[in-house]
């Protein structure tokens, strides 16, 4: 059964810091990976997305690596904004079926 | 781009009504959509698979009788909680897969529920 992890849990930064988000999951048959953010009694952006074939995908500040067989990604943000708070979801598409576990998230706050 | 609608934004009703959720894909047919509940500051806990003309497929914990799916068409799924009491107050959220790795999973805005 496939587990989804996130560390740290929560994140409090100044504005203009360059962070990482991490993301670890158990079972290393994915189809891709998707990383989303979620503001407060909202629904869910889709930020980026990582082919389980793929290394990497880049969006503006945003950058995801992908290393499949350690099971982890990352999320790095680059120069933080205010804007950017919110929480960070990582989410896993399993090859059989193509269900999609979350990880219980990141709550970022950047400070102004 | 693949949209996801689902309706409504939000419920608040009485204790024992039965609350039914729409889950509809805009522009393109999915034979399976998932349903995912999720509590005040957790994650999206994956409660079933919905599959086009059969039964949905429930994770282990989710009572069926309680949360019930049905998938009558390639474009829409609903869900209805039954005899909604205060403990079923939640986010309720719908995807659907669409085919290909380069493909984002589609979600709908979701639907807070408040039984009062």
């Known amino acids: 059964k496939q587990e989804v992890t996130q560390i740290p849990a929560a994140l409090s930064v100044p504005e203009g810091e360059n962070l990482v988000l991490n993301c670890s999951f158990t079972?290393?048959?994915?189809?891709?990976l998707q990383w989303f953010r979620q503001d407060p009694g909202k629904g869910l952006t889709s930020l980026l997305l990582?082919?389980?074939?793929?290394r990497e995908q880049t969006s503006g500040r945003l950058n995801a690596s992908l290393d499949k067989s350690s099971g982890r990604s990352t999320l790095y943000i680059a120069a933080s904004q205010p804007g950017d708070s919110a929480t960070y979801l990582c989410?896993?598409?399993?090859?059989?079926?193509?269900?999609?576990?979350f990880g219980a998230g990141t709550r970022l706050f950047v400070k102004a | 781009g693949a949209v996801v609608s689902q309706h409504p934004s939000w419920v608040i009703c009485k204790s024992g009504t039965s609350v039914k959720i729409e889950c509809r894909s805009l522009d393109f047919q999915a034979t399976t959509m998932f349903w995912y509940r999720q509590f005040p500051k957790q994650s999206l806990m994956l409660m079933a698979t919905s599959n086009e003309g059969s039964k949905a497929t429930y994770e282990q914990g989710v009572e069926k009788d309680k949360f019930l799916i049905n998938h009558a068409s390639l474009t829409l799924s609903t869900l209805t909680v039954t005899s909604a009491h205060p403990e079923d107050s939640s986010f309720y959220i719908c995807?659907?897969?669409?085919?290909?790795?380069?493909?984002?999973?589609?979600f709908g805005d979701g639907t807070r529920l408040s039984i009062l």
């Open positions: 079972d290393s048959a994915i189809y891709n």
């Open positions: 995807s659907a897969p669409v085919t290909g790795a380069d493909q984002p999973q589609h």
């Open positions: 990582i082919q389980s074939s793929q």
């Open positions: 989410a896993v598409r399993g090859t059989g079926g193509f269900k999609t576990i």
